[in-house]
């Protein structure tokens, strides 16, 4: 996947050049309302920037920066990537927006056509979705696409609850 497109979205791959854009959206504060923990730093933002371009490199397939598709403007970054969970490999599908953008059906548009490119395209691994357990507006959309939680992980922030679909979502798959 180089490149994935809806109606209102174009995604694509993340690349070095990426990190202005990325700074923005990781460091908007109010992207952390529901989270923890407050918005990183730049060297943590590189430090992400540099591990998505390797997934890419690696894997063919990543986090991506989400465009408008009419403009062309970043307005988030979404996508999945590997990553395991309780001994599993699994497609671990995140997404953050621009504060300005939320409320737009951005983020459910990307995340059903994430979903439904992963689980066409690579369905030895299930797609999973964590976050914190006071972001309920994530975990509504993910239970939305039908992601159940099944269960939960630390990775240094305390317990977060971990969904994963029991249905794919592609259209036509039993």
Not at 27 to 46: D, F, K, M, Q, S
Not at 109 to 134: C, F, G, K, N, T
Request: charged share 25%; aromatic share 8%; net charge negative.
């Amino acid at each position: 996947m180089t490149e994935l497109r809806t109606e209102r979205l174009q995604l694509r791959r993340m690349v070095a050049e990426d990190l202005p854009t990325l700074l923005e959206i990781e460091c908007e504060p109010a992207g952390y309302r529901y989270e923890l923990t407050g918005p990183p730093g730049h060297e943590h933002v590189r430090s992400l920037l540099d591990r998505m371009v390797v997934h890419w490199a690696e894997h063919g397939f990543g986090y991506c920066v989400v465009e408008l598709a009419e403009t062309g403007a970043a307005i988030g970054l979404g996508g999945v990537r590997l990553f395991e969970v309780d001994g599993e490999a699994v497609l671990n599908l995140a997404y953050r927006f621009l504060e300005r953008h939320w409320g737009k059906g951005y983020a459910s548009e990307m995340a059903s056509a994430v979903v439904d490119w992963a689980e066409r395209e690579l369905p030895q691994y299930p797609v999973v979705v964590s976050m914190s357990p006071i972001n309920t507006p994530s975990r509504r959309l993910a239970e939305k696409l039908g992601f159940r939680e099944y269960t939960t992980q630390d990775i240094g922030y305390g317990p977060e609850p971990v969904l994963r679909r029991s249905e794919p979502l592609v259209r036509g798959r039993s």
